[in-house]
């Protein structure tokens, strides 16, 4: 992107309070007018003081008295429109930047998961935050600077010119002295400054990640070692700086030279021409003032380019994130499921992560209301890709999935996935009350709904036991619970919001018999009468399934009962003796 893309945009993103804006801005072209008539009005007064000395002192008095008033009239309005933007202009650039902040985290959310795959959520947030601060900025200076700047030297140089040409002729060339200046040091260290942003993002992935794992970081000695790599990340980042900051430092000397160097030519040629009879003091002062009010503005643009340009790397990372394409969305037209039966049916699905090989290929089965379909195979058979596309959290490249004989394509997302619930193998919970959690699929539940669904998760004796009850907070990820009570939140939390249908991940982490029968028992509560979809690592899980699907390199190579599989001696029999719980597996086969 470039800078006037980079600034156009930004600028565009106040499209929804335009109305505002635009008056902000014409504030801001009256500021700019009314600063230069103050420079004529300057001059016009000195000469009146230089030349009046033969005249009545009354008529010195009036003539004085008019330039006077004109000034404090003058003076007024530019306090009237100071007020206006510097009132308004926070407020608005305030109001967007929390807007922006929740449109792009509305957006993030419902980016693929192969996209958040892709990028550590500390780098998101650092995205988000720093783009959003200097869209703020941007957006603030734009009405307090920008705007008069710009007028200032579109009219200001005409105006020089205009009034004396041979005192003009010296302000115009200060402009291209500055804007050849800036060309080239953008030119030379832009690149510069984006591997610089590169570091500062990869260092807030790295810092967010390492303080999402302090656990294990503690625990393996690693916090020394962490601490050091982020030194030597930061010593890169300050490497990468320091050349393009002597790039900046040495355009603002010779800017600030320049600037003098004008005024004091202007002194130098006006004393000449004032010697020769051409111009007044006066016109010499009014020229003064508009040199010093051009290096001014000149000096606000350099500043803002250099703000612009320190900033455009991190707005960039801003703007491509925002405009990612959510893989998935709904349909112009689509429809509400209402409540499903549960009826689900795979016809020929195939998709792939993009890299050429199909995680799922050609996959069919249908699944009656309440059945229970377990899905075993190897790691990376495509099983958990197979439940993704029935959330569709991707849409598959063939084959049509249908809920109730309807194709899931053509229904809202929302309707399509109230109706599923899910219990992950790590039990994810966020960092907010058991009850928050809880509430999670249905936030209107009712205490007693909440009670009732724990107890037949078998979590509500625990849930008693902890500091603050159902208000006690779970830590991130809810750390500080075990991994028995972690599964039985998440089951109860599936309860609550009572799905038709439901996808189990079974974790493969052994629990100890007692906390296993009783996260057993609350999945038995959990499955009744409801379509199951279970990614199996347990056998008394597939054994009691009504269909087994077995996958390989994303297809499924058979299928049946338990006892129709395992008499095929197949690969299915393979998996139960070396995958599915060897030491269960090894006692089935004696007991058979
Ligand atoms: P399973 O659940 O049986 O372990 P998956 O459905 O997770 O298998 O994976 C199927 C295939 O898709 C594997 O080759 C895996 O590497 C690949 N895969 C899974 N998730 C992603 C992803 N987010 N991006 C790219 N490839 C993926």
């Not at 596309?389 to 394509?409: K, M």
Request: glycine residues 8%; hydrophobic residues 50%; proline residues 3%.
């Amino acid at each position: 992107m470039s800078f006037v893309h980079v600034y156009r945009r930004a600028l565009g993103l106040l499209r929804a309070e335009r109305g505002l804006a635009i008056v902000l801005g014409l504030a801001n072209l009256a500021l700019a007018g009314l600063a230069f008539v103050e420079p004529l009005l300057f001059g016009r007064i000195i000469d009146l003081l230089a030349t009046g000395e033969g005249r009545p002192p009354g008529e010195r008095w009036t003539a004085s008295l008019e330039v006077m008033v004109l000034w404090a009239g003058i003076g007024c309005l530019t306090i009237a429109a100071n007020i206006l933007v510097a009132l308004h202009a926070d407020r608005l650039a305030h109001r967007r930047r929390l807007a922006e902040m929740a449109r792009y985290f509305e957006h993030v959310l419902n980016l693929s998961l192969a996209f958040h795959g892709r990028h550590h959520s500390g780098r998101l947030l650092k995205v988000l935050i720093q783009g959003t601060d200097h869209l703020f900025g941007l957006w603030l200076a734009f009405f307090r600077e920008h705007l008069a700047t710009l007028i200032g030297l579109v009219l200001l140089l005409p105006l020089s010119l205009f009034l004396e040409w041979r005192l003009g002729l010296l302000l115009v060339c200060l402009l291209p002295v500055f804007a050849v200046l800036t060309a080239l040091v953008i030119a030379r260290a832009q690149h510069d400054q984006g591997v610089v942003e590169e570091y500062h993002t990869d260092l807030a992935a790295r810092a967010s990640d390492a303080l999402g794992n302090v656990t294990l970081l503690q625990s393996f000695t690693r916090l020394q070692a962490e601490a050091a790599e982020l030194r030597l990340m930061m010593a890169r980042v300050l490497a990468a700086q320091l050349p393009v900051l002597n790039w900046w430092a040495m355009v603002t000397v010779i800017s600030r030279m320049a600037g003098t160097v004008t005024l004091v030519a202007i002194f130098l040629l006006g004393t000449w021409l004032n010697i020769q009879g051409i111009v007044s003091i006066g016109e010499i002062v009014t020229f003064a003032g508009f040199a010093t009010l051009l290096i001014g503005k000149l000096d606000h643009t350099m500043g803002f380019v250099n703000s612009l340009f320190f900033q455009k790397p991190a707005l960039e990372q801003f703007f491509d994130v925002v405009d990612q394409q959510a893989s998935v969305s709904d349909r112009p037209g689509a429809e509400d499921l209402g409540r499903a039966r549960g009826a689900v049916r795979f016809e020929d699905v195939s998709f792939s992560y993009g890299d050429g090989t199909p995680a799922v290929a050609h996959v069919s089965f249908g699944a009656e209301p309440g059945e229970t379909v377990a899905l075993v195979g190897q790691t990376g058979a495509g099983k958990s890709t197979t439940l993704a596309l029935l959330l569709r959290l991707h849409d598959p490249e063939s084959g049509r999935i249908t809920v109730d004989g309807r194709a899931i394509a053509d229904l809202t997302l929302d309707s399509l996935r109230r109706n599923i619930g899910v219990v992950f193998q790590d039990s994810n919970l966020l960092h907010r009350s058991i009850a928050d959690n809880l509430r999670l699929g249905r936030p209107d539940a009712s205490v007693a709904e909440m009670i009732a669904a724990a107890r037949l998760a078998e979590a509500h004796d625990f849930i008693q036991r902890s500091a603050q009850g159902y208000d006690t907070l779970v830590g991130e990820r809810g750390q500080s619970l075990s991994g028995g009570e972690r599964q039985r939140l998440s089951i109860a939390r599936a309860l609550l919001k009572n799905p038709p249908i439901l996808i189990l991940d079974e974790a493969t982490s052994a629990l100890d018999s007692a906390t296993e029968s009783l996260v057993q028992k609350a999945l038995a509560s959990l499955m009744r009468a409801r379509t199951t979809f279970v990614i199996a690592h347990r056998l008394s899980t597939v054994r009691h399934a009504d269909q087994i699907l077995v996958f390989k390199e994303g297809r499924i190579v058979e299928r049946g009962t338990f006892r129709v599989l395992m008499d095929k001696r197949g690969y299915f029999a393979e998996l139960v003796e070396t995958q599915l719980e060897p030491a269960e597996a090894g006692l089935s086969r004696q007991g058979r």
